[in-house]
C-alpha cells in the first residue's frame, strides 16, 4: 500500500509539472489570447466612434463618459475598462484623427502640384482638407478650444508647423524669384486665410457649405494670382482673365 500511494503521489506530481490539455492542443490556446485582443479592439473602435459622434454634436466640453457610453450601447462600467476619463477618450481619439490628418496633407501637399494652374492646384490641395474636416466634425472640435487636453494641442501645434512648411514648398515653385522671407509671409498669410475660411465652413452645412468653400478658393487665388503674375506658365488661360472659376 505505501508504494502504490507513491507511485500515484509521482503520477500526480507529473501531471501538476505540465498544463491541462484540453484536446484542443496549443494553437487554441494561443488562438484565445488574440481572439480577446481582436474583440478588446472592436471594442476601444466602437467607443471612439461614438466618441468622435458625441464631440462632433456636442462639443468637447458637453461632452460625458455617459454620453459616448450611450452612444456606444454599452454600460458606463463596460467603457471604464478601456478608458479611464473623457480626457483619455479625446487623448486616443485626436492621435488616431491625427495620424489620417497626416496622411491627408500629406497626399495634398505633393510636388506634381506645382505643375497645375494656379486654380486647379489650390482644387488639388484644398479639397481633400476641407473634405476631411467635413467628414470628421470631431477633428475640428478636437483641434479647437480651450479645454482640450493639453497633449492634443501640442500635437496640433506640430502639425501646424509641418503644414506650414508644406504650403511653403508648393509655394517656391510658383514664386521661385522671390525672397524666401516674402515666401514665407505669403504662405503664413494664405495659411491663415484657409484655417479661418475653415471656420465658416464648418459652421454651415448643405449648399451654403459649398457656397463658403467656393468663396475661401476665390480669396486665396485673388491673393496669390498677383503675386504669381498674369505671364506665369502656371495659369491657366481663364485664370490669366482674372476668372477663378
Known amino acids: 500500500m505505501p508504494e502504490a500511494r507513491a507511485k500515484k503521489g509521482a503520477a500526480e506530481d507529473g501531471a501538476a509539472g505540465k498544463p491541462a490539455d484540453d484536446g484542443s ?16 479592439e472592436a471594442r476601444i473602435a466602437q467607443l471612439l466612434q461614438a466618441a468622435a ?46 495620424d489620417r490628418w497626416r496622411d491627408t496633407y500629406g497626399a495634398a501637399f505633393t510636388p506634381s502640384h506645382i505643375t497645375l494652374p494656379l486654380d486647379r492646384m489650390l482644387d488639388a490641395v484644398l479639397d481633400p482638407l476641407i473634405a476631411f474636416n467635413c467628414e470628421n466634425p470631431a477633428f475640428f472640435v478636437l483641434m479647437h478650444g480651450s479645454e482640450i487636453p493639453g497633449r492634443i494641442t501640442e500635437e496640433h501645434d506640430i502639425v501646424h508647423a509641418t503644414m ?48 463658403y468653400i467656393r468663396e475661401l478658393k476665390t480669396l486665396i487665388f485673388r491673393y496669390l494670382d498677383p503675386l504669381i503674375g498674369d505671364d506665369s506658365p502656371h495659369l491657366a488661360p481663364h485664370a490669366r482673365q482674372g476668372d477663378p472659376a
Open 53 to 98: 459622434n458625441v464631440f462632433g454634436s456636442s462639443g468637447y466640453t458637453a461632452s460625458s463618459t455617459n454620453a459616448i457610453a450611450r452612444e456606444a450601447g454599452v454600460s458606463p462600467g463596460t467603457l471604464y475598462q478601456f478608458f479611464p476619463n473623457k480626457e483619455a477618450i479625446a487623448v486616443e481619439l485626436g492621435d488616431r484623427l491625427l
Open 164 to 211: 506650414l512648411s508644406r504650403v511653403e514648398e508648393i509655394l517656391i515653385g510658383y514664386l521661385a524669384d522671390i525672397p524666401t522671407t516674402q515666401v514665407h509671409r505669403v504662405a503664413e498669410m494664405a495659411f491663415m486665410t484657409f484655417k479661418a475660411g475653415l471656420d465658416l465652413i464648418m459652421a454651415h452645412e448643405g449648399e451654403e457649405r459649398e457656397a
Open 25 to 40: 492542443g496549443d494553437t487554441a490556446g494561443a488562438a484565445r489570447p488574440r481572439r480577446r485582443q481582436a474583440r478588446g
